[in-house]
């Protein structure tokens, strides 16, 4: 199964939108001084949790921009996934960056998700704007031949591999120069790779 390109786009789309919604009506907010029923303090940030279980905080950038981004893992929840602080600095680091994963897993698509949700923020921490390229950790039966193959063995600290995948534990590490995102299973990985998120934007 392989999220067609159309798709991914679409995703994005939709997903700027909701999230600028959310992200402005809890600015109001917070500047009027009245905090909705359903938000929290997190680290000084105003977390809004939607209906939908997605939370919601405004980032400042360094242009003094706010942006807001959306997560699916609640940040109170963030002390049960371990990170190595060293995966912040490579991603921030790399010239170009390989997200692998192994297309041969079943529920695929989760794992997509959670490939996505470390992507779309590398853009605000690496301010070299790498290439993001999507890879496979195995080949396809039949191989799609548009897709590299990548996994950490390849990885530097100019073209960096990120590899996602199931695993025994839920974490985030650094094996030499390569980032490995591993979740005990798929809606687990999605929460690691949103904990690799939090850490690019400052948050552990």
Partial sequence: MKIKTADIVTFAVIFILVSSILGLYTFKDDQKGQIPENAFYY????????????????????????????????????????????????????DKIYTTFNPNEKQVGKIQVAVLEVSRLISLVNAKGPSIIESFSEDTNPITLDIPLRTCTDSTAEELVIQFEIGNTNEIVKISDCVKVIGKDNDALINSADRLGYALVGIY
């Fill in 43 to 94: 680290q000084d940030y105003l977390v809004y949790e939607d209906q939908d279980g997605f939370f919601t905080m405004i980032f400042l950038l360094t242009n003094n921009q706010q942006i807001p981004v959306q997560f699916r893992l609640d940040p109170r929840e963030l002390s049960t996934i371990s990170i190595d602080r060293g995966t912040v600095n490579l991603v921030q680091n790399a």
